[in-house]
């Protein structure tokens, strides 16, 4: 089950930064313990963690890795030849992980401008992922483990 997330104020995007943003009023989010159950319905998880990130902090297997700045034309699927061959309509699920959460929510309010309305945010992101001992909860989808398999075995 997604929840959703009433915002109503401002954000600061960083706290070194003068700019503010705004987010849509409604943000929708998939918590930890809900992303086996989201994979195992097709949801596609995107880790938009750095690659410095990742390399601290562990991968995330089963998920793709996408840079935050590449995210919107890599998911849109009226991007053209940009966007992902996963991407096929906007009625795909995206649940966008980053280290922390507030990364993923932002990315998510960006690809919901662009009409990707099943797009989640992790909350939490990786850290949440990774204290709830779930970061294999990608890979132990049937499907996910059925794809494993078949390339494995070429």
Known sequence: MR???AVSAPFIASP???SVGFLPLTTERTYPTELAAAVARG???VDIRTSAERTVQGTLPGALAIDAALLTRRLDP???AESLALAVDR???WVVVSADG???HRAVASLQEIGLR???GLVGGYAAIKTAGLVDAVTRAQHIA???ARVTAH
Request: charged fraction near 25%.
């Open 91 to 93: 009625d795909v699920e």
């Open 118 to 120: 099943r797009a989640t």
């Open 78 to 80: 009226a991007a053209g």
């Open 3 to 5: 929840a959703a997330l």
């Open 146 to 148: 059925e794809d494993v």
């Open 43 to 45: 949801a596609v998880v």
């Open 16 to 18: 070194a930064s003068d």
């Open 102 to 104: 507030p990364a993923a």
